[in-house]
């Protein structure tokens, strides 16, 4: 699909402020929102919602669909009377950036204590809701819980460890656990609940003010997660021990120059066929109910992906190997209609990712970080787009826009000011989101991080760098009405501000 000509900002969920040491789905996200509405942006884009496992990445989640029970609101949990003010002023100052440590740590007893009073003190109106919550979600609520029940009482250990009736899904040994571990179901289950219930609150708000949730949807899932605990049968692994037989990456690239080793199951794309994508299909179909638009990152594992024998420490001997991708996209098509997707094609992208993306009407990603240091041919210059893009100063795996210039030689940072013709006295990162909303395609998204002028140390990923990431949180007050101001009258010379009846 292509979008209007529109404007957005790419900011996760965990970097809002908040008391409770990691952003929420409480007062702070709804101010975000007027802020978008207020400066004229269309597009709220976010990274996987999912819950996270170690170093944090939400590319990494427990699940491909449940939420993360840490973005959870305690403020609106004790607005609901599941908590009380003196259980919220009791926590210690939190760190400005957040330490996910210390957030399990802080805040998973308060989510158990509002789960203990969920079970014992609500009407019959929530019980009846959580009642067909858990009707509705089924599909994957129920092997998710039990997966998380069954890894806390496995003191965290992954899935494939575990005794092996359980680890194989044995009926019985299942149903055992099932009546041993009903409680700690039901709190996943609580949490699954709240989660949605919030994050649905939220996405009403934005829609009703004009804002689209552009949501990000990783090719691959983890392989400690419910889902490879659930269906096993469509990733390459062994049937013995429950390992990958081979995993996936990246060869090495603009970010690494080993490749990137992800470590992700591979899909068993014969059984998938087999199947008739079923598994995706619901993927899909679940996270179209939590955001409006979806990222693909890595599309052009659709096409090829690249396998690495799971004995390699690096990416670098690894082969790329053909996907089913017009097949699956044909059939997704056919079960969801029109597709409001967009393809990350990033990376070693070639004619055939190219055609893939193409066939489906698919916008591709311009990165303007990667467009001054070649010749004119270079396809990330603005001169080269098409309409059916989605231009960024960076994303959350760059750098800020100024620590990248910063890092610059001052030869490469006269090549940019060259291509500019000149500069304005607010900065090369308002030059840069000036050009991004300048440029011809549909839509130009801003890192958060560029609009506040911030810095290297408030960057969000650094790909080759396995801890320490994710961790970026705006301070309160930092939207101000003139970033506000100035952002809505770039975004309306530009010609990108919501139109009336569109």
Not at 32 to 38: S, T, W, Y
Not at 154 to 168: A, I, K, M
Not at 367 to 385: G, K, R, T, V
Not at 432 to 457: P, Y
Request: include cysteine; charged fraction near 20%; proline fraction near 6%.
């Amino acid at each position: 699909m292509s979008f209007p000509r529109s404007s957005g900002v790419l900011l996760h969920p965990t970097s809002f402020p908040s008391r409770f040491g990691v952003g929420d789905l409480g007062s702070e996200a709804y101010r975000f929102i007027e802020f978008l509405a207020e400066s004229g942006q269309s597009i709220w884009q976010i990274l996987p919602l999912g819950p996270t496992g170690y170093g944090d990445s939400p590319y990494q989640c427990f699940s491909a669909i449940a939420g993360n029970p840490l973005l959870i609101s305690l403020e609106r949990l004790r607005d609901q009377g599941l908590l009380s003010d003196e259980d919220l002023d009791g926590l210690p100052e939190p760190p400005q950036h957040v330490d996910f440590g210390w957030v399990i740590f802080s805040k998973l007893p308060l989510l158990k204590k509002a789960g203990a009073a969920f079970r014992t003190q609500v009407g019959t109106e929530q019980q009846e809701a959580f009642a067909e919550f858990c009707r509705d979600k089924a599909d994957w609520l129920d092997d998710y819980a039990m997966y998380m029940a069954l890894k806390d009482a496995n003191n965290g250990d992954s899935w494939y460890t575990w005794e092996t009736g359980v680890r194989l899904r044995k009926p019985d040994a299942l149903e055992a656990a099932r009546q041993t571990l009903s409680a700690k179901i039901f709190f996943h289950q609580f949490l699954q609940f709240q989660f949605f219930q919030q994050w649905h609150d939220i996405k009403r708000f934005a829609n009703e003010r004009g804002i689209q949730i552009l949501g990000d949807l990783p090719i691959y899932v983890a392989h400690d997660s419910a889902e490879v605990w659930a269906h096993p049968d469509i990733f390459q692994l062994d049937e013995a021990t429950g390992l990958p037989t081979a995993v996936a990456g990246v060869p090495p690239d603009y970010f690494s120059q080993t490749g990137q080793l992800w470590g992700n199951p591979l899909y068993n794309w014969q059984r998938l066929q087999e199947q008739d994508f079923h598994w995706w299909i619901q993927r899909f179909q679940a996270m179209l109910d939590c955001v409006d638009l979806i990222r693909i990152d890595h599309f052009r594992g659709f096409e090829a992906y690249w396998s690495v024998p799971q004995t390699e420490t690096t990416a670098i001997n690894g082969e790329w190997v053909q996907a089913p991708g017009q097949k699956f996209f044909t059939r997704l098509h056919e079960a969801l209609g029109e597709l409001p997707i967009v393809a990350e094609d990033l990376g070693l992208i070639t004619p055939e990712v190219e055609e893939l993306r193409d066939e489906f009407g698919f916008p591709g990603m311009k990165i303007l970080q990667f467009a001054f240091d070649s010749d004119a041919e270079n396809p990330y210059l603005p001169f080269n787009y098409c309409t059916n893009s989605v231009v960024y100063t960076g994303t959350h795996d760059n750098d800020t826009t100024l620590g990248w210039f910063n890092k610059r030689s001052p030869e490469e940072q006269d090549r940019v000011r060259h291509y500019l013709g000149c500069t304005s006295d607010d900065g090369i990162h308002w030059d840069l989101i000036r050009l991004a909303m300048s440029a011809v395609s549909d839509l130009a998204v801003t890192q958060l991080q560029d609009l506040l002028g911030l810095e290297t140390e408030s960057r969000m990923n650094s790909p080759s760098q396995e801890l320490g990431n994710w961790s970026w949180r705006y301070e309160a007050g930092a939207l101000t009405p003139e970033i506000r101001d100035r952002l809505r009258s770039m975004t309306e010379i530009y010609g990108r501000l919501p139109q009336l009846g569109g």
